[in-house]
């Protein structure tokens, strides 16, 4: 059980498109999901936090309309990625927790822009 | 805000040696512990946790140790294998409702056949 996907798992796109992310909670109602970005060798680095139903919560630093965040079931949230540059290439990967404190992550999107 | 430091960042064993990550967190307010595996590639991988009304946790060959009063907790593996180079990531949460985790800065794990 506790399992997370996401979709895609790689997206190339050009510079000034946006990309959509899709993260779902598989086989539990995720009540609270998670988007980090991870740079190569590095920690993850948490984006925001989402609530089914509510406004995400952006870590400082992280502009909320560029990283538009949508949790609009138990079971899916979305990252979209606005207008991305080159800089933003970067890993994203999800999380999701229920009733437990647990966090399941999934397997992450990798995305490249050109 | 929570911080947490990870050491060694790099650690190389031999197979069957046993291996430790040690992590100090800087909140007394944390209670939960996970460490997470994470393959090239891929997400995390929940591997093990603790809370903190316990000392110790141990899954096979897995084995966590937390010490509250000096904020520091410790990943124990034995009889490595080849499949448990990765990359491991402690991390701590704060218990004020917000289930957000702090990440330790990651340890790579190299097993030596």
């Known amino acids: 059980g506790a399992v997370v996907s996401q979709h895609p798992s790689w997206v190339i796109c050009k510079s000034g498109t946006s990309v959509k992310i899709e993260c779902r909670s598989l086989?539990?109602?995720?009540?609270?999901m998670f988007w980090y970005r991870q740079f190569p060798k590095q920690s993850l680095m948490l984006m925001a936090t989402?609530?089914?139903?509510?406004?995400?919560?952006?870590e400082q630093g992280v502009e909320k309309d560029k990283f538009l965040i949508n949790h609009a079931s138990l079971t899916l949230s979305t990252l979209t990625v606005t207008s991305a540059h080159p800089e933003d290439s970067s890993f994203y990967i999800c999380?999701?927790?229920?009733?437990?404190?647990?966090?399941?992550f999934g397997p992450g999107t990798r995305l490249t822009v050109l | 805000g929570e911080n947490v430091e990870q050491h060694p960042s790099t650690l190389s064993v031999q197979e069957g040696d046993s291996a430790v990550i040690k992590c100090t967190y800087s909140?007394?307010?944390?209670?939960?512990f996970p460490w997470y595996k994470q393959e090239l590639g891929k997400g995390p991988q929940l591997i093990i946790d603790?809370?903190?009304?316990?000392g110790e946790k141990k899954d096979q060959r897995i084995a966590v140790t937390l010490n509250k009063t000096a904020k520091h907790f410790s990943l124990h593996i034995t009889e490595t294998q080849p499949e448990d180079s990765a990359v491991y990531f402690c991390?701590?949460?704060?218990?004020?409702?917000?289930?957000?985790?702090?990440f330790g800065s990651g340890t790579r794990l190299q097993v030596q056949p």
């Open positions: 989402s609530n089914e139903g509510s406004k995400a919560t952006y």
């Open positions: 603790i809370r903190s009304n316990v």
């Open positions: 991390a701590a949460r704060l218990d004020t409702g917000r289930r957000a985790l702090t």
């Open positions: 086989d539990f109602q995720a009540t609270t």
């Open positions: 909140d007394s307010a944390s209670n939960y």
């Open positions: 999380s999701a927790s229920g009733l437990s404190d647990t966090q399941y």
